[in-house]
């Protein structure tokens, strides 16, 4: 591919991670708090089906990954034979054709948003009750 053509993907790529790494955090604490609001008295069980759906995914994503790249290498060093395996390493930086700063309104990590999504949900669920 040619030169031009990459960094313009890479730019993209840029792009698109800092507008999500903006917006983000934003998206999963709405949606985590609205869901368990409207749960109300199954708030707590539907917490627990969440935190399990997210560990069984992040487990699944991390050992299929770490499984296809094994297999994918063993079978990139059989083929080779003898021959030298081409680096995936560039030879020069990559360098995009502009760069993007967005503000982190909220932490970076997801974690901290669905944390707090949780822990608000729970005292907002209690206090349904109470009304």
């Known amino acids: 591919m040619s030169e031009t053509f990459v ?8 792009f698109f991670k800092a507008v999500l790494s903006c917006a983000l955090p934003f998206v999963i ?4 708090l609205t869901g368990i609001l ?3 008295k199954g708030a707590p069980l539907a917490l627990a089906v ?5 560990v069984f995914s992040n487990a699944f994503v991390a050992l299929s ?3 296809t790249a094994w297999l994918g290498l063993s079978a ?10 081409v680096s995936l390493v560039p ?13 982190g309104w909220v932490s970076v990590s997801s974690v901290y948003a669905l944390f707090n999504a949780v822990i608000l949900g729970i005292i907002f669920s209690f206090g349904a009750f109470l009304w």
């Open 7 to 14: 960094r313009a993907a890479y730019t993209f790529s840029l």
């Open 29 to 32: 604490f709405t949606f985590v």
């Open 38 to 40: 409207s749960f109300k």
């Open 50 to 54: 969440l935190i399990g759906f997210i």
């Open 65 to 67: 990954s770490y499984f």
């Open 76 to 85: 990139a060093t059989c083929l080779a034979g003898t021959q030298e395996v």
């Open 91 to 103: 030879r020069t930086p990559l360098i995009p054709f502009t760069e993007f700063n967005m503000p």
